[in-house]
């Protein structure tokens, strides 16, 4: 009916073109990582996902996270060059490959590192549900890492 429609796309989110929309509170951090003055700052430990979420349902089109990270430079003195540090995931709950972003120590020379990956939110199925957005890191645990920027973005 038109009503059960209006009610199950009743949280679609709905980004206005090129509009950005700071994600980073809305995500769901594992006990090496805290959200401290508007960043992600995660400590070295264990090795997993280090924040996962929003899950939030998005309209069909074409979007961007972008993330702004640092690495200390004791990083440096580690031999990180043949092994990644990271993985930022994009996973959109009716697509059956994630995106996936390696971050390898070495990459991340400057005190910030911009990151960027673009993804397309597709037309669910036929009584499918609206497509869920969920953005993950996972860390090898060997090193601290801040995410001072973690926004979505609507491309088109």
Do not use: C
């Not at 980073?24 to 951090?29: F, G, K």
């Not at 869920?132 to 090193?143: I, T």
């Amino acid at each position: 009916s038109e009503n059960g429609d209006l009610e199950a796309n009743a949280d679609l989110v709905e980004l206005t073109l090129n509009k950005r929309m700071n994600i980073a509170p809305m995500l769901t951090l594992n006990s090496q990582a805290d959200f401290i003055g508007g960043a992600i700052k995660i400590r070295p430990g264990e090795l997993g996902h280090q924040f996962y979420g929003p899950y939030i349902k998005l309209a069909p089109g074409r979007y961007q996270i972008e993330a702004q990270m640092s690495l200390p430079r004791i990083s440096k003195i580690f031999n990180f060059d043949r092994q990644r540090s990271a993985v930022l995931e994009i996973v959109n709950s009716n697509v059956d490959e994630p995106q996936y972003l390696s971050i390898f120590a070495r990459a991340v020379s400057r005190a910030h590192q911009r990151l960027s990956v673009k993804f397309d939110i597709q037309r669910p199925r036929d009584g499918a549900p609206p497509n869920e957005l969920e953005v993950r890191l996972w860390s090898n645990g060997k090193m601290p890492m801040t995410f001072t920027k973690l926004e979505l973005r609507r491309l088109g």
